[in-house]
């Protein structure tokens, strides 16, 4: 190790050989990932099925992932923890596994030009005053490198609804 510069949440290490890797801390990891002109490009987005929640009600979250190239992504991982208050029910994804105790999205490989997606359907378990949901996800781990990092992470806004009662259900 030559010397470290460090600021905001990345830090670069540049290491003997002369590549430069970046460590990126998100609360959950800390992983390298070498920087070189033969990266993925991956991006993150992830969407609601409803703006507004009722008491019993689901929402489904759709999580795409893309990689723009030039270079596939290998043994890409996500995160998705549910917020408390939502009682996870399924997903659905078009590679990978998810598991709904860890909110780890184990994807494999996104070739160039390539999209991948999952789908959870989760219901509304509690009530509240001021009651809502921030779901953030996260790209977590890339095998290889990444050229852009602030497009590995979104979120979505659920507010939930005074009544309990769901409009029409009278």
Do not use: K
């Amino acid at each position: 190790l030559i010397g470290y510069a460090s600021g905001g949440s990345d830090i670069d290490l540049h290491v003997a050989n002369g590549s430069v890797y970046q460590v990126i801390t998100n609360g959950l990891l800390m992983y390298p990932t070498q920087c070189s002109d033969a990266c993925s490009e991956l991006a993150i987005t992830v969407t609601a099925s409803v703006a507004e929640l009722f008491f019993g009600q689901s929402v489904r979250y759709d999580i795409t992932v893309h990689n723009d190239g030039p270079a596939s992504a290998e043994s890409v991982v996500v995160s998705d923890l549910l917020p408390l208050g939502l009682t996870f029910v399924s997903a659905i994804g078009s590679n990978g596994i998810y598991d709904s105790n860890t909110g780890i999205w184990s994807i494999g490989e996104v070739g160039v030009g390539n999209s991948v997606a999952l789908a959870i359907e989760a219901e509304l378990a509690t009530v509240g005053e001021d009651l809502s949901f921030d779901n953030a996800v996260s790209i977590i781990s890339v095998g290889g490198c990444d050229q852009v990092l602030e497009n590995n992470h979104d979120s979505v806004y659920v507010e939930v609804a005074h009544s309990i009662v769901h409009p029409g259900d009278t």
